[in-house]
């Protein structure tokens, strides 16, 4: 069964370091998402991408924050300086459709910021 | 997106049904519900969804009132592996639309 990749599933890094987490969604998808959370709190939506273009984010997703399909296949998201309260797991999902869709989420990114 | 309400813990018997129930009494005619499932630190998994009939799939039964003002998820024989928070979200269908994620319900299968 087909399912979203994510790499790496740890990310240790110093603040004000820049990180780039990667995804590779299920091959016929064509909408993208990046979600996060924090321990023990919610998942939060930060942006959805579709058609090479950003189509909603969320206020979280700042000036620091950056997403791009570099080629046909992976989707990333860049944290351009990073800071402590960024730590937190990195969820990527992806559709096939945008009406009646499913989200399908990946197995996310661990990314700790010391 | 209407706002749902969700009992924060349920526990279930191994084997038995569980019936998660979820409000959503402003939900609007065009309005989805959605559930999906987090087992511990993993990805969000999509459960079922509908918008005003009842809908089975392999894993699970959704159960929309007629006033479709709640509804229920029913997993029919509950295992440990089910053990989850589970989330139902009332969303409009469209491109690329944002799910937001409540706090949920912590079903706990006991064996």
């Known amino acids: 069964e087909p399912e979203v990749t994510q790499t790496p599933s740890h990310q240790v890094t110093q603040m004000g370091q820049e990180v780039i987490l990667r995804c590779v969604p299920i091959?016929?998808?064509?909408?993208f998402y990046w979600y996060r959370q924090i321990l023990g709190q919610k998942v939060e939506f930060l942006v959805s991408?579709?058609?090479?273009?950003?189509?909603?984010k969320s206020e979280i997703f700042d000036d620091q924050f950056s997403v791009e399909r570099p080629d046909g296949s992976n989707f990333t998201l860049k944290i351009r300086s990073t800071k402590l309260e960024d730590s937190a797991m990195y969820f990527c999902?992806?559709?096939?459709?945008?009406?009646?869709?499913?989200?399908?989420f990946g197995p996310g990114t661990r990314l700790t910021v010391t | 997106d209407a706002k749902t309400t969700q009992p924060p813990s349920m526990d279930c018997a191994e084997g038995r049904a569980a019936n998660l129930p979820c409000n959503h009494s402003?939900?609007?005619?065009?309005?989805?519900v959605y559930w999906y499932r987090q087992i511990h630190s993993q990805g969000p998994q999509y459960i079922i969804h509908g918008l005003k009939n009842n809908e089975t799939n392999e894993m699970a039964s959704l159960i929309i009132t007629e006033d479709r003002k709640s509804s229920t998820l029913i997993l029919p024989h509950a295992t440990l592996r089910d053990t989850a928070v589970y989330y139902c979200i009332a969303t409009l269908s469209g491109s690329a639309r944002q799910l937001t994620f409540g706090s949920g319900t912590q079903l706990t299968v006991l064996p």
């Open positions: 991408f579709y058609n090479n273009e950003i189509s909603e």
């Open positions: 999902a992806s559709s096939e459709r945008g009406a009646s869709y499913e989200q399908y």
């Open positions: 091959s016929n998808h064509l909408y």
């Open positions: 402003t939900i609007s005619g065009n309005e989805y």
